[in-house]
């Protein structure tokens, strides 16, 4: 489980190797990951924020957007990409035990952040998918004596037919208690809605 700065893999998903494709540049239009060989084509796609100030790098199975990346009080991420599954998505019930159970006991030793609030449910857009919200404290406060938080929304998402791939897409708020934004899920809502899985 990757725990550092706030960031979460979840500990059912290992990297996917593979021939890759992926679209370039930080418009905003869709942004698509995934992977195509001779028998196949798997992948994701979204339509990243309409905002100014977003940067992209990474190609292939995955891609990363970052917003206002230098601060340490205010900064955004959005991460898309390709897994191996660990655990299987059928029942989704049991997947999402599998997420939870993982994020608790990883965060439970971590020395850097405590889970302050944590959900993770059936994503009625799509079967395939668990939606979590994740939000974590982290056990020191700021220079300035603030509290400091890192926010997650993400989709969690499996194949039923090609049972060990999984797709990952999540966006999050790194930051101090005045830069708390009232906004952030319908925000992230807008990017995690827009997901469309190409292949099954």
Not at 61 to 74: G, I, K, Q, R, V
Not at 173 to 187: I, M, P, Q, S, W
Request: aromatic share 8%.
């Amino acid at each position: 489980m990757k725990l550092a700065a706030g960031l979460v893999a979840l500990a059912i998903h290992s990297t996917l190797p593979s021939p890759a494709f992926a679209n370039e540049g930080t418009g905003t239009g869709q942004i698509h990951v995934g992977i195509s060989d001779a028998s196949r084509t798997l992948g994701l796609a979204f339509t990243p924020p309409d905002e100014e100030g977003w940067t992209r790098n990474g190609s292939g199975t995955s891609t990363a957007l970052s917003w206002n990346a230098e601060s340490a009080s205010d900064n955004r991420k959005i991460e898309a990409y390709m897994t191996t599954l660990d655990a299987p998505i059928s029942p989704l019930s049991g997947y999402i035990r599998t997420i939870k159970r993982n994020l608790e006991q990883g965060y439970a030793s971590s020395p850097g952040f405590k889970i302050s609030a944590l959900q993770v449910s059936e994503y009625p857009a799509d079967p395939r998918c668990a939606k979590i919200h994740l939000l974590l404290e982290a056990r020191q406060p700021a220079a300035d004596g603030q509290r400091q938080w890192s926010e997650q929304y993400a989709l969690s998402c499996g194949s039923l037919q090609s049972k060990d791939v999984g797709y990952e897409l999540r966006y999050y708020h790194r930051y101090t208690d005045d830069n708390r934004d009232l906004g952030l899920e319908a925000k992230a809502n807008a990017v995690l809605d827009s997901l469309s899985i190409e292949g099954r």
